[in-house]
């Protein structure tokens, strides 16, 4: 928070989420962490190298790098927006 760390070793939520098996504990914590908060979660699968983004209870996969941007870009906009009116 700020430029302190806010926590370590944390345990997140896992819900009880109807995700594909070949989904693992870090994705489905991931969207089950954007369902209680307005937090925007990447993912990355350290297995295939796979980057995920969660936001709102739901999950896009297999992302570029140019896409996370795209995306983060779109999604960072909208909260400043809803913030500042």
């Known amino acids: 928070e700020g430029k302190k760390v806010l926590a370590a070793n944390c ?10 098996s070949d989904y693992g504990t870090r994705h489905r914590a991931a ?13 990355v699968s350290e297995e295939k190298g796979m980057i ?4 709102n209870g739901s999950i896009t996969t297999n992302l570029s790098s140019k896409q ?9 906009e ?8």
């Open 52 to 55: 995920s983004l969660a936001v």
């Open 11 to 20: 345990w997140l939520p896992l819900g009880e989420i109807d995700m594909p």
């Open 78 to 85: 909208h909260k400043i927006e809803s913030i500042t009116t």
């Open 31 to 43: 969207v089950a962490l954007s369902t209680e908060t307005d937090a925007i979660i990447i993912v």
């Open 68 to 76: 996370l941007k795209e995306f983060l870009i779109k999604l960072l």
